[in-house]
């Protein structure tokens, strides 16, 4: 079970929002850099980063702050955030990640997917975000009325590397996250899952090992962290138990 300690980058700061709310964000002292060097030093390998500037203007906003993070810590980064272009993976595989998430970008347009998935052999994640069981888009703002099961099983032959899902009623709340759906999830997909949104105590922790499922690759914790409820020392614990 990977562990993926996750910084949300806003305006050059470590932020975390309330289901997707620009308006609902709490920013944290810990530069982007720091707090990835704080993930390091605790013998974390692998690292989840959004930037959320670049989910507003669907550019890559913060590639610099990237960049550093990969020059300066041996982190296995996946990082998302209005990729929305061939060459804005190329930049982020070019700096040196290990996976690039594609959210609404290749929602919307399935031949991108596609496309990206040909030309980034398992470097592209997708990241599915739900609400009530069907895929929202477009910062959660958008919801498509299709349900996420359905979506997945129309692109499951791309060759995507690794599924992030997530469940929007949960993200940022601290009230566990949805292990049954994410476990739906992972029956169906044809590559890994990793769990998003929601993590509240390190019992989820347990909790994602406890469900014993190969599919399911890892778990992402955010605001848990920034608010303290999990120390990262308690949390280092889980990477090799």
């Not at 993200?171 to 949805?178: I, Q």
Request: one cysteine or more; a positive charge.
């Amino acid at each position: 079970m990977k562990i993926f300690p996750a910084i949300d980058i806003k305006d050059k700061k470590c932020v975390r929002l309330i289901k997707g709310d620009f308006e609902n964000k709490t920013e944290y002292k810990t530069s982007p850099i720091d707090q990835a060097g704080k993930y390091k030093e605790h013998g974390f390998k692998n690292l989840h980063i959004v930037d959320l500037d670049g989910a507003l203007t669907g550019k890559t906003v913060n590639l610099d702050i990237i960049k550093e993070i990969v020059s300066k810590y041996d982190l296995r980064i996946e990082i998302g955030g209005g990729v929305r272009s061939i060459d804005s993976i190329k930049q982020y595989i070019n700096a040196g990640v290990e996976k690039v998430i594609l959210g609404s970008g290749a929602i919307k347009n399935k031949e991108f997917l596609k496309e990206a998935c040909k030309k980034y052999k398992n470097q592209i994640a997708l990241g599915l975000d739900a609400k009530d069981g069907n895929l929202s888009v477009s910062g959660w703002k958008e919801n498509l009325n299709i349900k996420t099961i359905d979506f997945l099983k129309e692109v499951n032959s791309y060759g995507v590397s690794r599924i992030i899902y997530t469940d929007i009623n949960r993200d940022g709340m601290k009230n566990s996250p949805n292990f049954d759906e994410t476990v739906k999830i992972a029956e169906v997909s044809n590559c890994p899952v990793v769990i998003s949104g929601g993590v509240s105590s390190i019992n989820d922790i347990k909790k994602a090992k406890e469900l014993n499922n190969n599919k399911i690759e890892g778990i992402i914790i955010g605001k848990a962290i920034y608010d303290g409820d999990i120390k990262l020392d308690e949390l280092a614990k889980e990477i090799s138990a």
